[in-house]
């Protein structure tokens, strides 16, 4: 196995890593979004509330202009998908391609 050089250290450390945290966290927001829609959760629980406004300021900058983007679904939000799929091509064909081109 080759050693990586100190730049594809940089970009694995901050730009890999926190990617693959966003996905993370978009899925969270999704699922917990669900969950209270279905009144699987109450909102008003402390627990709740903190892990759903920690979610919300993380990825809300990112799928507000997605959501302004998009035509209405209807009540279907669309914007996390659109999100994920622009993570998934910036880290496989952006960074793991050009950067780390035997790991594709």
Do not use: C, K
Request: proline content about 7%.
């Amino acid at each position: 196995m080759e050693h990586m050089s100190l730049a594809q250290v940089l970009v694995y450390l901050f730009l890999l890593i926190p990617l693959q945290l966003l996905v993370y966290v978009i899925f969270v927001g999704v699922i917990l979004s669900w969950l209270i829609s279905f009144n699987v959760v109450n909102a008003h629980n402390q627990l709740v509330s903190t892990i759903w406004r920690l979610t919300s300021t993380l990825t809300e900058p990112l799928l507000r202009p997605i959501r302004n983007f998009l035509p209405p679904l209807g009540g279907l939000d669309l914007s996390p998908l659109v999100l994920l799929l622009l993570i998934m091509f910036v880290r496989n064909w952006l960074i793991l391609g050009q950067i780390f081109p035997r790991l594709a």
